[in-house]
């Protein structure tokens, strides 16, 4: 009996942690826009700068991953990009101005370098809270709750380090965070 109640635990504790980070879906300020023809380095040094990233940013950024340029012109076309690779899922809520969220940023980092994930993303999926773990432990991101906003620092170090990743398979000792060395 006490190994059915154990099951059933970690049943309900597996399915409320894989609903962590919902939200109800949709796109607030769909037609805002960032600066026109920034490259790569106009961009970084503009993000290294501020307190918070906001989601349109940071769309741009995981864009700028994978295709080395971010092409569109408003946040509702980085959001659809972004959904129709499966970077984001369908269910979150899109917010320009809003500061991304770890956990939002891990996800899109862990999507977009495939990182191999453990056991508990094999038997949930990716959420913001695993996904953030993973790459915790992986070195790409420092230490800190999923819900917390990124820095522009931050955010430039975790791009630098998938951008390794994505080219090397590994993030290299050197640049991994202080938490997971």
């Given at each position: 009996?006490?190994?059915?109640?154990?099951?059933a635990?970690?049943?309900?504790?597996?399915?409320?942690?894989?609903?962590?980070?919902?939200?109800?879906?949709?796109?607030?300020?769909?037609?805002?826009?960032?600066?026109?023809g920034?490259?790569?380095p106009?961009?970084?040094?503009?993000?290294?700068?501020?307190?918070?990233?906001?989601?349109?940013?940071?769309?741009?950024?995981?864009?700028?991953?994978?295709?080395?340029?971010?092409?569109?012109?408003?946040?509702?076309?980085?959001?659809?990009?972004?959904?129709?690779?499966?970077?984001?899922?369908?269910?979150?809520?899109?917010?320009?101005?809003?500061?991304?969220?770890?956990?939002?940023l891990?996800?899109?980092i862990?999507?977009?370098?495939?990182?191999?994930?453990?056991?508990?993303?094999?038997?949930?999926?990716?959420?913001?809270?695993?996904?953030?773990?993973?790459l915790?432990?992986?070195?790409f991101?420092?230490?800190?709750?999923?819900?917390?906003?990124?820095?522009?620092?931050?955010?430039?170090?975790?791009?630098?380090?998938?951008?390794?990743?994505?080219?090397?398979?590994?993030?290299?000792?050197i640049?991994k965070?202080?938490?997971?060395?």
């Amino acid at each position: 009996m006490s190994n059915i109640k154990y099951a059933a635990t970690v049943t309900v504790a597996l399915i409320a942690a894989g609903l962590a980070g919902c939200e109800t879906p949709g796109i607030t300020n769909p037609q805002a826009k960032l600066a026109a023809g920034e490259e790569s380095p106009g961009f970084i040094d503009r993000v290294s700068s501020q307190n918070t990233v906001s989601e349109n940013d940071a769309m741009r950024g995981a864009l700028m991953l994978l295709d080395g340029k971010d092409t569109d012109r408003v946040f509702r076309q980085r959001v659809e990009v972004l959904k129709s690779r499966g970077i984001v899922p369908n269910r979150w809520r899109f917010t320009a101005d809003k500061p991304i969220t770890r956990g939002k940023l891990a996800y899109m980092i862990y999507q977009v370098c495939k990182v191999p994930g453990g056991v508990i993303l094999a038997l949930t999926g990716p959420t913001q809270r695993y996904c953030l773990r993973e790459l915790q432990y992986r070195g790409f991101i420092a230490s800190g709750a999923w819900y917390t906003p990124v820095s522009g620092m931050e955010f430039i170090a975790v791009l630098n380090r998938a951008d390794t990743y994505l080219q090397t398979g590994e993030v290299p000792a050197i640049m991994k965070t202080a938490w997971s060395r």
